[in-house]
């Protein structure tokens, strides 16, 4: 499988936990970006990698928002204390430098804080 | 900053019968124009791209889109849907300035009836 892979699929967690969840890439892509969606939106931008280095946070990223991809490899993001906001879609998708063929996405980690 | 808008929420059309789903885009200088395709609880898949050159451009499973730079719109088109057509479809123009990201339209909701 040379696709997106994102773990795990589905995250229940109560309010206040953490939860971490993974992206691997499609192992040519330099880029790697996290993209959030909730009901009735597009995706929404989250943050992006070029290797290992994170050049870009958006601001819908607070305090309690971290990602990391310590080899440019693989990536994790990390939610602490986890708010019924933060229920969404968590998309990763990976893409090669010139971008003339888009992003490939993951399936996605739907997270519900209950 | 750029945008994308998709001006109808839900598309409604018998099988057989041609599909489009609008598309217009706000972006200076030249875009590059995308649309993808979400099925129920997966990630986005890649439909077809438009970067320079003809302004009708082919793409996966039978859809086409046209690129028109007078009326700044990127419409994708099917001539005859298939109930398996029915999904959620998004726009995207790639940033001008942060030429990694992507900024998604809301989204139009493909519902093709037997």
């Known amino acids: 499988d040379t696709g997106v892979s994102q773990d795990p699929r589905h995250k229940i967690t109560k309010r206040g936990q953490n939860v971490t969840f993974r992206c691997d890439p499609i192992s040519e892509h330099n880029r790697l970006y996290w993209y959030r969606q909730t009901l009735g939106q597009g995706p929404e931008f989250l943050t992006y990698?070029?290797?290992?280095?994170?050049?870009?946070k958006s601001r819908l990223l607070s305090d309690r928002f971290s990602a990391e991809r310590p080899k440019g490899s693989f990536s994790t993001l990390e939610i602490q204390r986890t708010e019924q906001g933060d229920s969404a879609m968590y998309l990763c998708a990976s893409s090669d430098l010139s971008l003339n063929y888009g992003y490939t996405f993951g399936s996605g980690t739907r997270l519900t804080v209950v | 900053a750029q945008s994308v808008a998709q001006p109808e929420d839900q598309v409604n059309v018998a099988e057989g019968n041609p599909l489009t789903v609008k598309c217009t885009y706000s972006v200076s200088g030249n875009p590059y124009l995308f649309w993808y395709v979400q099925y129920p609880n997966r990630g986005l898949q890649f439909l077809l791209k438009?970067?320079?050159?003809?302004?009708l451009v082919k793409g996966s499973y039978g859809f086409e889109a046209e690129f028109n730079k007078s009326q700044t719109s990127f419409h994708l088109k099917k001539p005859s849907a298939l109930v398996s057509d029915s999904a959620l479809y998004f726009c995207?123009?790639?940033?001008?300035?942060?030429?990694?990201?992507?900024?998604f339209g809301a989204g139009t909701t493909v519902t093709v009836r037997a």
């Open positions: 990698f070029q290797n290992e280095a994170q050049l870009e």
């Open positions: 995207a123009v790639r940033d001008i300035e942060y030429d990694y990201k992507l900024s």
């Open positions: 438009y970067i320079t050159g003809d302004n």
